[in-house]
């Protein structure tokens, strides 16, 4: 039997659509799960760093919509004062201010401490600045920018702030990490890359320790009320990769940016887990694991030597930080 021939408009047409629909499917699926809670958080103050754009301003207007007073702290204050008018307009809640921080800066770190201290309440600490793959800097201090921005910064913050949080228990710590950090080990013998430098091996540095600050944190927290942990939010459309060769290169945009555009979520998208995490009233006890997509998940280790690592990069950290 001889079937009927397909004119080659109608196949091309049906592979088109067929396309399309795979597209529209795999985009749905990468947007991941969104928090649907109602949950208020009235009379709660919570401290987001970097939340004059992208995860952290999404994660703002999120909670001061339910009511939160959402302390801003960033270090581009113009930036946070339009984000933060944007927010207070939308939510019609005057509870939004913007905080002076620079993460690079223990000075700074310090004095925005000191000021949250002498506060009524710091309910929930989200951790969210960070800095990616940009060319060897230092910090004010001499640390490798991206280590010290994105663990020296917030393990600072964090330690200051905790007299605080144990205070006004139960309240959380959330630190926000890559996934990248299960594809390197902190290198204590050139731990400032001193000697070599590579930034996503800096990068990824600097992730690692973050988890292992965050876990320990969590130990020695147990019995407080306070809890610390991670979330992975996914590949979300941020500015954090300004500095990466894909962002600078216009043919890496042109090749690489339909897959990007395929898998990357939004910083809506990209905050639901954020959100989940620092509000969710059944995980209230759950302490050092990592959110993944909605979803509570044990921190994957590499190597029988990270919490070992994760003890001796405290005292490190304690000491770099000028705690001790």
């Not at 021939?5 to 991941?32: H, M, Q, W």
């Amino acid at each position: 039997m001889k079937f009927p021939e397909v004119p080659k408009n109608v196949f091309r047409l049906s592979l088109f659509g067929s396309l399309c629909g795979a597209v529209v499917l795999i985009k749905d699926y990468t947007k991941g799960k969104t928090y649907k809670s109602e949950e208020r958080m009235t009379g709660k103050t919570v401290i987001i760093t970097g939340a004059n754009s992208g995860i952290g301003k999404a994660t703002s207007f999120d909670l001061a919509k339910r009511g939160a007073r959402v302390v801003m702290a960033c270090r581009d204050m113009r930036s946070c004062e339009k984000a933060r008018d944007e927010i207070v307009k939308e939510t019609f809640n005057q509870g939004v201010c913007c905080k002076y921080l620079d993460l690079s800066s223990m000075q700074s770190i310090r004095r925005f401490a000191e000021e949250m201290n002498k506060g009524n309440r710091v309910d929930v600490l989200i951790n969210n600045a960070a800095i990616m793959m940009c060319k060897r800097a230092l910090t004010l201090e001499g640390i490798e920018l991206q280590l010290g921005v994105n663990h020296f910064g917030s393990f600072l913050l964090t330690y200051l702030l905790l007299d605080k949080l144990k205070e006004c228990a139960p309240s959380r710590i959330v630190n926000l990490t890559s996934l990248s950090y299960k594809t390197t080990n902190i290198n204590f013998d050139d731990l400032n890359s001193d000697t070599v430098y590579n930034e996503s091996v800096a990068y990824k540095q600097s992730k690692l320790a973050l988890v292992l600050s965050t876990k320990e944190f969590a130990k020695r927290l147990e019995g407080t009320g306070v809890t610390a942990n991670l979330v992975y939010p996914g590949v979300v459309k941020t500015n954090i990769g300004r500095h990466t060769d894909v962002k600078k290169s216009f043919l890496s945009r042109a090749v690489l940016g339909p897959a990007f555009w395929l898998v990357e979520k939004s910083p809506d998208e990209g905050a639901q887990t954020v959100i989940y995490a620092a509000i969710e009233p059944s995980i209230a006890k759950v302490t050092g694991k990592i959110f993944i997509d909605l979803e509570e998940q044990n921190i994957p280790y590499l190597r029988e030597t990270d919490e070992a690592d994760a003890k001796r990069l405290f005292a490190v950290s304690q000491k770099w930080t000028r705690l001790t």
